[in-house]
């Protein structure tokens, strides 16, 4: 059974920092492209961030360059989140997702967590 787990969302203000987790099961992560995705109320889910299987390399929106990393750890089968300098504009629930190819398109992810809610106070 395929599952992903998140945590570490939380009320912060903004500027402060939050590191999000997802943990893998019934799968190794190093078999797909893993990537986070982000709703806010009366909003589309959207890409925020994307790490591509072959060559290690991450992938992000416009509006989140320089500011989130997205990293993982292959022996805890893990990917993160950090996320700096937050604005109230990234207050949303945050998704891990897995997907078969290099995407930010939704569709193209077949696994998906529960969430976590990320709040950004002025």
């Known amino acids: 059974q395929v599952w992903l787990v998140e945590s570490g969302g939380g009320l912060v203000q903004a500027g402060d920092s939050l590191t999000l987790s997802c943990v893998a099961s019934?799968?190794?992560?190093?078999?797909?492209?893993m990537g986070w995705f982000r709703q806010a109320p009366g909003k589309e889910r959207e890409f925020v961030a994307g790490f591509h299987r072959i060559g290690n390399t991450p992938y992000y929106r416009d509006s989140v360059k320089g500011r989130f990393t997205i990293s993982r750890d292959n022996a805890k089968n893990s990917v993160y989140l950090r996320m700096n300098s937050l604005k109230p504009e990234d207050t949303a629930v945050y998704y891990c997702?897995?997907?078969?190819?290099?995407?930010?398109?939704?569709?193209?992810?077949?696994?998906w967590g529960q969430g976590t809610q990320v709040t950004v106070s002025s």
């Open positions: 997702a897995r997907g078969s190819i290099p995407s930010t398109i939704r569709r193209e992810y077949d696994s």
């Open positions: 019934g799968f190794a992560l190093t078999d797909y492209n």
